[in-house]
């Protein structure tokens, strides 16, 4: 069993920065991939990066891309998403994804979630 708990979430203004915490416990992770994904009011949940713990190796989704960085620190066991540049779309809850694959892109290919934590970008 492995059990997630996403930290960092708040209300931020455009341009603004926040980086989101998933520490994660249980079964060991050392070829797992680890993902975030958002979901915003009335919309599906979405994929926004993923990274493999073992060699660390990442991929961000276009809307992701140049603003977003997901990240791991394999000693704290615990997985990052620095957010820049943040704009009100980006308003969602985010949830942290632990995969028993060594690579996932889609929400079908995660075992493991997290509760969220809320994201508020104001313009």
């Known amino acids: 069993q492995v059990q997630l708990v996403e930290s960092g979430g708040g209300l931020v203004q455009a341009g603004g920065s926040l980086r989101l915490s998933c520490a994660a416990s249980g079964r060991t992770f050392s070829s797992y991939a680890m993902g975030w994904f958002r979901q915003a009011p009335g919309k599906e949940r979405e994929f926004v990066a993923t990274?493999?713990?073992?060699?660390?190796?990442?991929y961000h989704a276009e809307s992701a891309k140049g603003r977003f960085t997901i990240s791991r620190d394999n000693a704290k066991n615990t997985v990052y998403l620095q957010m820049n540049s943040l704009k009100p779309e980006d308003t969602a809850v985010y949830y942290c994804?632990?995969?028993?694959?060594?690579?996932?892109?889609?929400?079908?290919?995660?075992?493991?979630w997290g509760q969220g934590t809320q994201v508020t970008v104001s313009s």
């Open positions: 990274i493999n713990w073992s060699d660390g190796s990442t």
């Open positions: 994804a632990a995969s028993l694959l060594r690579w996932a892109l889609t929400r079908g290919a995660y075992d493991y």
